[in-house]
């Protein structure tokens, strides 16, 4: 079974600081992991994907095999960032997204 | 493009009764999904259509939920009799593809509360 775990349910940090969100799964094979995030009063959207390496509005994410980590992070956290985080795994082609439980990012000024 | 419509936005109910939500996704999108989301969880799905054929229901609780996607379009959810754990927020989301290979859109959802 295929099983995303987010351990931290809020991190509250300063305009400026760094943040990192954690995201641990377990699967036994090669998954495809996302975060989504869902900003007050919008929906909930793709904000990056690991297998485009690419880096979203400056969060980058990190696969981590041996640790089965896909933390998300950001060097400079700004108010926009507010919003719950949701770390989503995929299993293989056909196979179901599994999120999460989320993780609520407050950005204090 | 028109995103992921879903109604009703709210929607209160006494347990044992029924209740259907409806949603239009994105035009051309082949794969439709329902996730329910209990409050302080992550969304859970429930059913995943490609195009009107089912993909994955097996989370779906089939004794009181029951989903539908006629001609690959538009599709209702419902549940009878509702439970007071059936409380939750109900999202449909889309995809052009595959959610591999193609990102999911989210509707605004439909919030049950049943008591």
């Known amino acids: 079974a295929q099983r995303v775990t987010q351990p931290e349910k809020l991190l509250s940090v300063f305009k400026g600081a760094p943040v990192e969100l954690k995201c641990n799964y377990s699967?036994?094979?090669?998954?495809?992991l996302f975060w989504y995030v869902q900003y007050s009063r919008q929906r909930l959207q793709l904000l990056l994907r690991?297998?485009s390496r690419e880096s979203i509005k400056g969060f980058t994410a990190d696969l981590n095999k041996g640790e089965t980590s896909f933390h998300l992070k950001k060097p400079f956290a700004q108010e926009e960032d507010s919003a719950m985080y949701y770390c989503a795994l995929i299993g293989a082609a056909g196979n179901k997204l599994t999120f999460g439980g989320g993780t609520r990012v407050l950005v204090k000024p | 493009e028109a995103g992921v419509a879903q109604s009703p936005r709210y929607k209160i109910i006494e347990k044992r009764q029924s209740v259907a939500f409806w949603c239009n996704p994105i035009?051309?999108?082949?794969?439709l999904y329902w996730y329910q989301q209990i409050l302080g969880q992550g969304p859970k799905l429930l059913i995943q259509f490609q195009n009107n054929g089912v993909v994955d229901d097996s989370q779906l609780p089939k004794d009181r939920f029951s989903a539908e996607r006629l001609k690959g379009v538009d599709s209702t959810l419902k549940i009878q009799p509702a439970k007071l754990e059936d409380s939750a927020v109900y999202l449909c989301?889309?995809?052009?593809?595959?959610?591999?290979?193609?990102?999911?859109?989210f509707g605004n959802g439909t919030r049950l509360t049943v008591t």
């Open positions: 989301a889309s995809s052009r593809g595959g959610s591999y290979n193609s990102p999911l859109h």
């Open positions: 690991h297998i």
């Open positions: 035009s051309g999108h082949a794969t």
């Open positions: 699967y036994s094979g090669s998954p495809e």
